[in-house]
């Protein structure tokens, strides 16, 4: 049964570029312009109507955008709810400038060991991490611990829960890898390892959508049945102002939006390629996260039942559930 029958979330990439060469991400290869503030401010007014809530301003490395205080003010002014992952190169820089202005700010942080976590992401940012955490802090911020799983670097989640969110009272968010297009995260994550993942989901401070290892051990969308609801829950906005569908990862059309998403979500061509979200042949088998949070939100199904309580608690620890309401 469909509960929600708008989108709900917006990846808006304010820009492809990236200070950092993470393996298991080809963004950062593509060239890419950066989003203009004020071609963004009616989207946003566009997807107000169009019953969005949640803006999540992507990249790339969204700090890269000069006038990213701005992007994520409008959005606030306007009511949604804002999320911004960094991997923390630009946030001494931008801090001051952003308090108070992003809901869920994530930090990436693959281990407790600064040479690894500097290996994984091809650049020297784990010090910029450490530093990131303690200027949040200083201004009231409160950021979450992303921690992207891989098989071969579960043993570091307990490390940097001990070392890093524990002691500082953050929010350790736990994110499993997976492939997409060329490029592969390395080995499925085995049975063990999911296992393993949803003894952490119910410690104290750790939030790990539980329905995200369900659909990893059902073998991921099933195109003959999709769980995926990736293009009718999420509005993908490329820096070039063009509306991307299905989805950012397979990418299978872009429409220019020239000042007019409202009425060109709802146009009839549009609406054919939502029609078959979860159906291509590339999403036999996805079980990419952004996708698939959102995905689980809208229809009642098990993986309803298995994520609600997995984002209750952390909407709870982020204070945001009350926004939330009206879904």
């Known amino acids: 049964m469909r509960l929600i ?8 990439y304010v820009t492809y570029r990236c200070n950092a060469k993470c393996g298991f991400c080809d963004i950062w290869e593509k060239p890419s312009p950066y989003v203009n503030v004020e071609t963004a401010k009616k989207n946003l007014a566009d997807l107000k109507r169009l019953g969005v809530k949640v803006i999540d301003f992507t990249g790339g490395e969204p700090l890269i955008h000069r006038e990213i205080d701005e992007l994520l003010g409008a959005a606030k002014e306007m009511g949604f709810i804002t999320t911004v992952t960094t991997n923390c190169l630009l946030y001494p820089k931008w801090a001051k400038k952003l308090q108070g202005k992003i809901d869920m700010l994530h930090f990436s942080l693959d281990s407790s060991e ?23 802090i200083d201004l009231n911020e409160r ?7 891989f098989e071969k670097h579960t043993d570091q989640i307990e490390e940097v829960y001990k070392k890093v969110c524990l002691p500082n009272n953050l929010v350790l968010i736990l994110n499993p890898a997976f492939d997409y297009n060329d490029v592969e995260s390395g080995p499925p994550l085995s049975t063990d390892t999911l296992n393993t993942l949803l003894k952490w989901g119910k410690r104290k401070n750790v939030y790990l959508n539980e329905a995200f290892v369900d659909l990893r051990k059902d073998g991921g969308n099933k195109v003959d049945n999709p769980i995926c609801k990736a293009a009718s829950t999420t509005i993908v906005i490329s820096p070039e102002n063009e509306l991307v569908l299905p989805c950012y990862h397979l990418g299978e059309k872009s429409f220019p939006i020239s000042n007019n998403l409202f009425n060109l979500y709802h146009s009839e061509e549009v609406q054919k390629l939502v029609a078959l979200e979860g159906r291509f042949p590339a999403c036999e088998g996805c079980t990419i996260n ?38």
């Not at 976590?117 to 949040?136: K, L």
């Open 5 to 12: 029958r708008h989108p709900v979330l917006c990846n808006y």
């Open 114 to 136: 600064k040479s690894e976590h500097d290996q994984m992401r091809g650049v020297a940012c784990f010090d910029f991490v450490m530093e990131s955490i303690r200027i949040a």
């Open 143 to 149: 950021p979450d611990i992303l921690f992207t799983v």
């Open 290 to 327: 952004c996708y698939m949070q959102p995905s689980f939100a809208v229809e009642v199904n098990k993986y309803w039942f298995t994520a609600l309580k997995s984002t209750i608690k952390y909407n709870r620890l982020k204070g945001t559930w009350k926004k939330l309401l009206p879904f």
